[in-house]
């Protein structure tokens, strides 16, 4: 696979770190952003206004259009890297098809809510990509500290080894470790689950709960994460490995993490409109929150944290009652 034909879809700041660290190995990064504006300002001040702002880009390394179609015709390696609520109206608003000799990478940590897909499922149903031609990008690894260069580990799930490889060759830098795993559907779950977990434990940080209480919280939501897994993908894993147990981790206690952000404001008092509206990115969570809760309902794990995050969430049920309720049933 040609490293020079690689391309990030997306503008936030994980696709901002993403680029970072793909210039490290390719001598051209093709990237889209959706916004032109913001596409010629990187062009003239190397550097995202919006989203790690600090990070300065090599612009003879890149190439940048908010022509989505001319992105993807140009690349044969296709990084995934905006929300999930909005791939489906990015993908459909852009009449986008023949993706089927791309490679597919996903490092977007949600669930397609119009049909409640994992973004490899929705690539595989709606633009029919083989298996061996998808991957996924896990962590534990905040954009945040890629930015500052400190060492972060990501862990690329691919059935296939070659691309796997490539994609380890293409990640791999000074401050990027990178480990590898077959698993694509568990490490896709695990990085959904574990923003909902992180929303939890902002909305209990938020209501004055401490570490002691926070870190059983954790420990049950491995379980959780574990028992929904095991019933929807099943295959051996090692639970207390990065991508599920690390990610977990970071995602929980992190100051750069967003879910828990987001969570820590309802735990506070405020609305969760509110809270969503002053978050000004997309806290994934709060969508896997509802497509987890009506995926499950076909397997009827328990999950209640899942559970206290939706009625909090969707049901408008005290943050207080909902935490203090779950608190009971944790172990």
């Known amino acids: 696979m040609n490293k020079n034909k690689i391309a990030v879809i997306g503008g936030g700041s994980w696709a901002t770190a993403l680029v970072k660290i793909f210039q490290n190995n390719a001598d051209l990064v093709y990237w ?12 003239e001040y190397k550097h995202n206004k919006k989203y790690l702002p600090y990070v300065v880009l090599d612009t003879n390394k890149l190439y940048i259009s908010f022509d989505i179609k001319e992105i993807i015709s140009k690349a044969d390696v ?11 109206q990015t993908l459909t608003d852009s009449d986008i098809k023949n993706l089927e000799e791309k490679f597919i990478v996903s490092s977007i940590k949600g669930i397609v809510p119009e049909e409640n897909l994992l973004v490899t ?10 298996t061996y031609n998808i991957s996924v990008i896990g962590g534990p690894c905040h954009s945040e500290e890629v930015a500052m260069e400190k060492l972060s580990y990501l862990t690329v799930a691919c059935e296939d080894k070659v691309k796997a490889n490539f994609m380890v060759e293409m990640l791999s830098c000074r401050y990027i470790k990178v480990f590898t795993t077959k698993d694509v559907k568990g490490v896709e779950y695990a990085s959904v689950i574990k923003n909902i977990v992180a929303i939890a434990s902002g909305i209990a940080n938020g209501l004055g709960y401490g570490d002691n209480f926070q870190s059983v919280l954790v420990v049950n939501a491995i379980e959780e994460m574990r028992h929904f897994i095991e ?4 295959g051996d894993r090692f639970f207390q490995g ?7 981790i970071v995602t929980s206690y992190s100051k750069f993490s967003r879910n828990r952000a987001f969570g820590n404001l309802i735990g506070k008092g405020y609305s969760v409109q509110y809270s969503r509206i002053e978050m000004k990115m ?5 969508y896997a929150t509802k497509c987890i809760k009506e995926i499950n309902e076909k397997y009827g794990v328990n999950m209640p944290i899942n ?8 049901e408008n049920l005290s943050p207080a009652k909902a935490i203090s309720i779950l608190a009971e049933s944790l172990n």
């Not at 889209?32 to 062009?43: G, M």
């Not at 499922?121 to 083989?130: A, S, V, W």
């Not at 019933?231 to 099943?234: G, L, R, V, W």
């Open 282 to 286: 997309v806290a994934e969570g709060y």
């Open 231 to 234: 019933a929807t993908a099943p």
């Open 78 to 88: 296709l990084v995934w890297a905006l929300p999930a609520a909005f791939l489906h």
């Open 242 to 248: 990065s991508a599920y147990l690390g990610d977990l």
């Open 307 to 314: 559970e206290a995050v939706y009625g909090i969430l969707y």
């Open 32 to 43: 889209w952003l959706r916004d032109n504006d913001t596409v010629n300002y990187i062009k």
């Open 121 to 130: 499922e929705y690539f595989q149903k709606h633009y029919h990509i083989p």
